[in-house]
């Protein structure tokens, strides 16, 4: 019995754990610039194939792989700031969320045509699939994911609460003219910021494949992301990071204990829910509008 | 633009309908089956647009009402016998119902907020199909035989014709609305919400009229669709048909009737335009709806429209009187 | 009984107090009342709280022998309240001439059901509320922008409509928030004549919010004035004119600007 918790405790981690890697990347630009970038799950599926590409084609090793992976995606998102959302900066959220669908639509197109549809195979950096002890059994490429992202997570706190970098990035996001007047350059810290959560997707993208395989649609976790950014609140990073471990961890108890079908269920229930009754989610910060 | 103004000149409206009704004669079966979907898709357009364009709800479940539309029809009919003439009307209804049941929720909401439970909506209601498989047949679909009026079975040509008197009447429905109080308030209500209250308008009662009609026209479109493509698979009615819809009223032009009608025919046509490039098809829709989102945010029409405006007498006025703020 | 009676009310966003205990009545219909104080004070607050756009934390507010806290905004306005905002809230992509007749729905409103299927009723029912609406457009002047975008025209004409548009509603009070602000000389002085007549002629009570003096003091019979969210005085044009606290609360505004 204990068995089967830590596994589905560990399986509920991971998964969170890809989900709260998305949900920082959604949360980081929507506090930046107020854009909600509905192609983050398309930059996930971009960097599983750019690992691909480098681990598989050119039979690059694994970690020179995903550092390579990171770098060439932040700079896609450098370039898509640049070219299609920073037009968009003051549109209304109608427009950006078409927007960033449409972006999203045009780098799946992209990868369909040199990958085709087929999944590919992603090796896990791991010899061993599989962990015994006693009578539990989990999965290497599981446990290495959550400490990923645990390690992913504590470089960005650090990073903001420390750098000099971090601090503009907050002061950006509380107030633009006030960081301008400051002399901080908001267009660089964009760019960085949009590097940054192009980044968190592309890691996202790299720890997944290897436990779902690498195929065109892998993005549609986003709306999962979505439903853990709202449970923090759209304004909080650590929100983000806590929702999406608990909806990872809610989908996974509920799948074993309830039923497969609700596991399906539950995300976006839990979506509407929050919706209907704190649309600003746990942590975040409602914005009145004055007349 | 000329079918604007046909439209408005009795004559021009009675050469267009000519047009309509004589094309089945000369077009070839595939054409005919391209300018069928165009009407259906120009009724989807249309009740999209009244809720997005004009009452300014985001909505990313229209796939979701067309789904629910074109099931319960089809389920009505085969399952449960009930004639296709009432079965259409019905699975309008059924679908209304369900914007309705979405719209009250969806009271409280705006911009990305709405955006998301629309989303959600969309999924919840894929995995019902799925799931439902002994009513809905699953992932595998089901099929959709056309219908039978007086026992002869419909051919292209006169399910054309259905098709054509239904996306006449909503358009005309459509157009009665918008020049209507309730679609001033729709307008009001994206402008100014505060201003809309001022004057005495219920944001709740507007908003969930708005997600209940626009419902209706995606039901219904998904009951005509059904049995014109002769069948409902589930994997058509996504996220990214609901992008294909609103790029249709984006290209069209956001709140404008006209640019329902227009926008629908530009991009059903566009996989035609397309055709040696089939594989390029997301890309380049993609690249038309940026362009119009950052250039021609107004839409085809909206462009058409800025050559009508009277600009002359404000400045005179304003000249006279200083005004300028 | 009183009209309109603000009884008492206080207004509170969380730390900050809004309003603190405000009162005002209006008598009688016909009254023209105003609400002064330095920027910052609480006026488009106290609007905006009469309306239900905000929720008084305490007080009574009365209009008409009902109470009208906890009505939403929309209830509010049908009951006879109209208001102009302080930064036009115009209906900016539709003409004038629809932003007016939006305003007659309350009156001449006609059932979407007949609309949508185009029945003789609803059409001669609409014939009436554009002929209402110019009506009203040309009270103010404004027939020839009838067909004009309304985001394409100045401030000072949008200020017109929109007090064209609030006509629509029929209203027993208007709640007017800087009516004259963005305006010449000129058009605020025919603004003033025309509320003075709308005023007599039908009666209506008017809480005019300015910043104006020469403007205020002309037009209101009585003058309220806030500061801090508090009432500090009450009375006439001159009364409040030659009040102490009221001269020192607008000079200690004049420091703080200069």
């Known amino acids: ?291 | 633009m000329v079918l604007r103004e046909a439209f408005d000149s009795k004559i021009g409206l009675l050469a267009i309908v000519v047009i309509l009704l004589t094309l089945p004669w000369l077009l070839g079966s595939f054409y005919l089956y391209t300018l069928s979907l165009i009407l259906v898709n120009v009724i989807i357009a249309t009740g999209l647009n009244l809720l997005t364009g004009n009452a300014g709800q985001v909505s990313l479940c229209s796939s979701t009402f067309m789904a629910i539309g074109a099931y319960s029809a089809m389920v009505l009919n085969l399952k449960f016998g009930l004639t296709y003439w009432l079965a259409l009307p019905l699975a309008g209804l059924i679908a209304a119902a369900l914007g309705f049941g979405l719209g009250v929720p969806a009271l409280r909401l705006r911009g990305y907020y709405l955006a998301l439970a629309t989303l959600a909506f969309l999924e919840i209601i894929q995995i019902v199909i799925q799931e439902a498989s002994t009513l809905t047949g699953g992932v595998r679909g089901l099929l959709a035989p056309r219908p039978t009026f007086a026992g002869f079975k419909l051919n292209d040509q006169s399910f054309y014709y259905f098709i054509l008197v239904i996306t006449f009447l909503m358009i005309y429905i459509a157009r009665n609305l918008l020049n209507s109080p309730l679609g001033r308030a729709f307008n009001a209500i994206r402008n100014s919400e505060a201003a809309a209250q001022a004057l005495g308008i219920s944001l709740a009662q507007v908003k969930v009229i708005a997600f209940t009609i626009s419902a209706f026209y995606a039901g219904l479109a998904g009951g005509l669709y059904a049995p014109l493509v002769g069948f409902v698979d589930p994997v058509e009615f996504g996220l990214w048909t609901s992008i294909f819809h609103l790029t249709m009223i984006i290209v069209g032009g956001l709140g404008s009737l006209m640019g329902s009608v227009v926008g629908a025919v530009v991009i059903t046509g566009l996989p035609e335009w397309l055709r040696g490039l089939k594989e390029y098809r997301d890309l380049a829709s993609g690249a038309i709806l940026l362009c119009f989102l950052i250039f021609m945010p107004t839409g085809i029409a909206g462009m058409w429209g800025r050559f009508h405006r009277p600009l002359d007498h404000i400045s005179k006025e304003t000249e006279v009187n200083g005004t300028r703020s | ?258």
Not at chain 3, 6 to 34: C, M, T
Not at chain 3, 175 to 197: F, N
């Open chain 1, 1 to 291: 019995m204990l068995g089967l918790n830590i596994q589905l405790l560990v399986a509920g981690l991971s998964v969170g754990s890809i989900y709260a890697l998305v949900a920082l990347g959604l949360v980081m630009t929507y506090k930046a610039s107020d854009v909600l970038n509905f192609a983050q799950g398309e930059i996930l599926t971009a960097g599983a194939y750019i690992a691909l590409l480098f681990s598989v084609t050119l039979k690059f090793p694994y970690y020179q792989s995903f550092f390579l992976t990171i770098i060439l995606i932040s700079g896609l998102g450098i370039l898509l700031e640049r070219v299609a959302f920073r037009p968009l900066i003051m549109a209304p959220p109608f427009t950006i969320i078409i927007a960033t669908l449409a972006v999203g639509q045009m780098i799946k197109n992209l990868i369909r045509l040199i990958w085709q549809s087929d999944v590919h195979r992603l090796s896990p950096p791991f010899r061993m699939a599989i962990w015994k002890w006693q009578d539990i059994r989990v999965n290497t490429q599981a446990v290495w994911v959550i400490a990923c992202a645990l390690i992913i997570t504590g470089i960005l706190a650090v990073f903001f609460r420390s750098s000099w970098l971090g601090k503009a990035m907050r002061s950006v996001s509380q107030n633009q003219q006030g960081a301008r007047l400051m002399g901080i350059s908001v267009e660089r810290v964009f760019s960085l910021t949009w590097a940054i959560s192009a980044a968190l997707g592309a890691a996202a993208g790299i720890l997944i494949a290897p436990l779902i395989g690498v195929y065109p649609d892998m993005g549609l976790v986003l709306v999962k992301a979505f439903v853990a950014s709202i449970i923090g609140g759209f304004t909080s990073l650590a929100g983000a990071v806590v929702g999406g471990l608990v909806v990872g961890l809610i989908e996974t108890f509920s799948g074993a204990y309830i039923s497969s079908t609700f596991k399906e269920f539950v995300a976006f229930i839990l979506l509407i829910v929050l919706l209907m009754f704190r649309p600003y989610g746990l942590f975040g910060a409602k914005q009145a509008r004055r007349v």
């Open chain 3, 1 to 258: 009984m009183s009209f309109f009676a603000v009884e008492q009310v206080s207004l509170q966003f969380g730390g900050l107090l809004a309003l603190r205990k405000v009162s005002l009545s209006i008598p009688n219909e016909g009254e023209i009342h105003g609400l002064i104080g330095p920027n910052g004070a609480g006026k488009t607050s106290f609007i905006n709280t009469i309306t239900g756009i905000y929720r008084c934390t305490e007080g009574r507010i009365v209009f008409r022998g009902k109470d009208l806290v906890g009505l939403t905004p929309h209830q509010i306005a049908a009951r006879g309240i109209g208001r102009t905002f302080q930064n036009v809230e115009i209906f900016a992509d539709q003409t004038v001439l629809i932003n007016v007749l939006t305003s007659l729905h309350l009156h001449l409103g006609h059932g979407a059901w007949g609309s949508a299927l185009g029945l003789p009723r609803a059409r001669k029912a609409e014939r009436q509320a554009r002929n209402e609406a110019m009506s009203l457009l040309e009270m103010f002047g404004l027939e020839k922008y009838c067909d004009v975008r309304a985001g394409d025209l100045p401030f000072g004409i949008l200020k017109r409509v929109e007090l064209a548009r609030a006509l629509g509603t029929r209203p027993h009070l208007l709640l007017l928030d800087e009516p004259t602000s963005g305006m010449s000389e000129l058009e605020a002085e025919e603004t003033i004549t025309l509320l003075r007549r709308l005023v007599q002629e039908k009666k209506i009570a008017l809480l005019v919010v300015e910043h104006n003096m020469r403007v205020i003091m002309n037009l209101a019979e009585k003058l309220t004035v806030l500061n801090y969210g508090e009432k500090i005085a009450e009375g006439t044009p001159d009364q409040v004119q030659s009040n102490p606290e009221v001269i020192s609360a607008y000079l200690g505004e004049e420091h703080a600007n200069a």
